[in-house]
C-alpha cells in the first residue's frame, strides 16, 4: 500500500514537472515543448506566418476565446494568415471551447506532426487544416470545421500522392462550406486513411464543389452528406466502408450521380445512398450496391 501511494505521488509530481502553463497574450508567442499555452483573452493578428507556433508534445488552451488572423494589407497582398502551426514531429493538442479564424489557413501542420483537436473547437477559413506532409495525423473529437476551399487540405488520388496526405480519426465532426470565406475547387477532406463516427457535411457546393471525400480507404459509422457536392462524387475511396450513414444527392461533372466511388465493392451496413460508381473497368457501370444503381 505504502509503495503504491509513493509511486502514485512521484507519477502526479512529474507530470507536473513537465508541463508548464504559459499565459498567450501577443502575437507569434511559441508554445515549448512540454508546455501548456493558454489563450488568455480574444487576439487578432496580421499575417504574415502562424501567429501561435506550437512545438513538440506542447498544447494549446483556447479557454473560450478566438484568435483572429488577417492577411496583411495591400501592397503587396500575401494570402498569408495562419492561426496556429504545429512544428512537429509529435504530439500537438489543441484544445477547446474557442474558435480560430485566419484569412488563409487555420491550422498548418509540419512534417510529421499528429494534431489533436477536441472539446468544441471551431476553425474557420479558407482551408482549416493544412495536412500537405509527409507522416501527418490529425484526430478531431467535437469539432467545427466552416471552410472556403478546403476543411483538410493535402495531396490525395494516386498511390504515390498519399504519402502526402494525414492519417484522420473524427468523431462528432460537422464540416459546413461557407462561401463567403473564398470558394475554389478543392476537395474537401483529403486523407490517406479516414475513419470514425459522426462526420457530418453540411453544403451544397453547386458552383464550385469538387469531391466531398477523397481517401485510400475510408471507414466510417454515421456518415451524413446530403446533396453536398455537385462537381464530384461524395466518398472516393480505394475502400469505402459505412455503417448507419446516409450519402445522397451527390454529382460528379456535368451531371453524373455519384456518392460513392471506389475501387473495389463498397461495404455499407445499414446505410442509404443513390448512386454509385466503379473506379476500375468496366466503366461506368456501378457497383449495385445503392437505391438506384
Known sequence: MLV???????????????????????CGTVVPERTVGVLVADLEC????P?????????????????RVLNPPPPPFVTTAVGVQCSGPGPCVIQGPGTIEADHVAVNLLERAALRMSAGVTLRAPVGIYALRERLAVRLSDVVIEYGASAIYAAAGGDSR??????????????????????????????KTLKGTGLTFVGPREETGNRAIEAKAVSLVNLTMVDVTALGCGVTAERVTLRDSVVTGNYEFPSRPCDIAAIRMPRLIGTTCDHSARQTPPFPFDWDVCLSD
Open 51 to 67: 501567429s501561435i507556433t506550437v512545438e513538440r508534445a506542447a498544447s494549446l488552451n483556447l479557454d473560450g476565446h478566438t484568435l
Open 4 to 26: 503504491r501511494l509513493v509511486i502514485t505521488a512521484l507519477v502526479t509530481f512529474l507530470a507536473a514537472q513537465s508541463a508548464h502553463a504559459l499565459d498567450i497574450t501577443t
Open 46 to 49: 496580421i499575417g504574415s506566418g
Open 162 to 191: 498519399y504519402r502526402y496526405a494525414p492519417r484522420v480519426l473524427v468523431e462528432d465532426v460537422l464540416l459546413t462550406f461557407a462561401p463567403e470565406l473564398g470558394s475554389r475547387n478543392y476537395t474537401t477532406l483529403s486523407a
